[in-house]
T-cell receptor, first 113, second 112 residues
Framework: QKEVEQDPGPLSVPEGAIVSLNCTYS??????FMWYRQYSRKGPELLMY????GNKEDGRFTAQVDKSSKYISLFIRDSQPSDSATYLC?????????????FGTGTQLKVEL | NAGVTQTPKFQVLKTGQSMTLQCAQD?????MYWYRQDPGMGLRLIYY???????DKGEVPNGYNVSRLNKREFSLRLESAAPSQTSVYFC???????????FGQGTRLTVV
């Protein structure tokens, strides 16, 4: 079992829809949670970064963390064709030897006109 | 502001050849990372450097070596390339270990 599980999709939605992207993780010691967006043939870019359970909002994007169920979500409101990309969730834990940043495999999203 | 710069962008190697992937960041970040990305496997950490002068193994270090040349630069070396090392390689940096990482544009490596 992977430490971070993510449905690979692809997920196709019409423009203007609300998108929900989800990840589950197995290690309750994970401390920090992030969402990255990756356009085709580009490097991932950091979208959202959260530490505690609850919601964090940034424009059309909302990141949600539920540590009790080990579940993290990213919601995109009023989705646009420019949101078409692969979205990767990531978790971070600090260990005695340093840090460990673990990524999900990514969900491919397509927003259609 | 260039961020994280990787060179080269593309490379084809023959089995057994060696090469070094270069990475430089201009954000004065302390931590730097090398990842590989393969279909269905996601991003996997090869090596990281928490700060200048230190390096540590990640999830898939076999077949690779790294050098943290200074605070800006972190190189990845393949001593004897194998077809299994065909992948897209990403360098990343972060201000501190608890911070979000910023990625370069990647190096597409094919080993034939």
């Amino acid at each position: 079992q992977k430490e971070v599980e993510q449905d690979p999709g692809p997920l196709s939605v019409p423009e203007g829809a609300i998108v929900s992207l989800n990840c589950t993780y197995s290690n309750s010691a994970f401390q920090y949670f992030m969402w990255y967006r990756q356009y085709s043939r580009k490097g991932p870019e950091l979208l959202m970064y959260t530490y505690s359970s609850g919601n964090k909002e940034d424009g059309r994007f909302t990141a949600q963390v539920d540590k009790s169920s080990k579940y993290i979500s990213l919601f995109i409101r009023d989705s646009q064709p420019s949101d078409s990309a692969t979205y990767l969730c990531a978790t971070l834990i600090l260990t005695g030897g340093g840090n460990k940043l673990t990524f999900g495999t990514g969900t491919q999203l397509k927003v259609e006109l | 502001n260039a961020g994280v710069t990787q060179t080269p962008k593309f490379q084809v190697l023959k089995t057994g050849q060696s090469m070094t992937l270069q990475c430089a960041q201009d954000m004065n970040h302390n931590s730097m990372y090398w990842y590989r990305q393969d279909p269905g496997m996601g991003l996997r950490l090869i090596y990281y450097s928490a700060s200048e002068g230190t390096t540590d193994k990640g999830e898939v270090p076999n077949g690779y070596n790294v050098s943290r040349l200074n605070k800006r630069e972190f190189s990845l070396r393949l001593e004897s390339a194998a077809p299994s090392q065909t992948s897209v390689y990403f360098c990343a940096s972060s201000e501190k270990l608890t911070g979000g990482a910023f990625f370069g544009q990647g190096t597409r490596l094919t080993v034939v």
